[in-house]
């Protein structure tokens, strides 16, 4: 079964730095593109990065482009999300999800790591 | 404020059907980009229900169905369950914003 599991959230204060991880299991992640979607608290879904199977392409939204680093480890089944200059705007859980091939929607989910930008 | 527009909340009685409208623009769904649909139940991740339009993933039951016409979408649940009661969201690929995917702002499901 496809399987996505993200860890490293927690509490960082302004201006600090953390980095997300999400671990890949039951598909081939190298031939996937990969996205990251954020849920501020009560709040909507919001798209914030997106790269392809071989980290050809890249993809921001203007809310992070410049201060938050998408990545993968092909190798290790891993996407992973640096997030620096981090502000109190940006607390939410952080989804990773999985792009179908062919239609551009997101089949797989996973279960979200909770980021807190606060003093 | 969404580039796509969603009705904050409906509601419907067990058994009874509901719509849900995703409107967007000329850059998105009218560009002809295909619209897909998640449902959130509470406390949980979003789930794919609807993608392409009109496409149902395994699982999903045949109560959802999707279309799209113009510069807006709609997804359709008939035969309400108490279990449907959850956030909607429609998702699209927008070319005014590099590379950028956009979601609705959601709608909230009540049975009643």
């Known amino acids: 079964e496809a399987q996505l599991v993200e860890s490293g959230g927690g509490l960082v204060q302004p201006g600090g730095s953390l980095r997300l991880s999400c671990a890949a299991s039951g598909f081939t992640f190298n031939t996937f593109a990969m996205n990251w979607v954020r849920q501020a608290p009560g709040k909507g879904l919001e798209w914030i990065s997106y790269i392809t199977s071989i980290s050809t392409t890249i993809f921001y939204a203007d809310s992070v482009k410049g201060r938050f680093t998408i990545s993968r480890d092909n190798a290790k089944n891993s996407l992973y999300l640096q997030m620096n200059s981090l502000r109190a705007e940006d607390t939410a859980v952080y989804y990773c999800?999985?792009?179908?091939?062919?239609?551009?929607?997101?089949?797989?989910w996973g279960q979200g790591t909770m980021v807190t930008v606060s003093s | 404020q969404s580039v796509l527009t969603q009705p904050p909340s409906v509601s419907g009685a067990p058994g009874q059907g509901v719509t849900i409208s995703c409107t967007g623009s000329?850059?998105?769904?009218?560009?002809?980009?295909?619209v897909h649909w998640y449902q959130q139940l509470p406390g949980t991740a979003p789930k794919l229900l609807i993608y392409g339009n009109t496409n149902r993933p395994s699982g999903v039951p045949d109560r959802f169905s999707g279309s799209k016409s113009g510069t807006s979408a709609s997804l359709a649940i008939t035969g309400l369950q108490a279990e449907d009661e959850a956030d909607y969201y429609c998702?699209?690929?927008?070319?005014?914003?590099?590379?950028?995917?956009?979601f609705g702002g959601g709608t909230k499901l009540t049975v009643l």
């Open positions: 000329s850059s998105n769904i009218g560009a002809g980009y295909d």
């Open positions: 998702q699209c690929y927008d070319s005014s914003l590099s590379g950028s995917r956009v």
């Open positions: 999800a999985k792009r179908m091939s062919g239609p551009d929607a997101f089949d797989i």
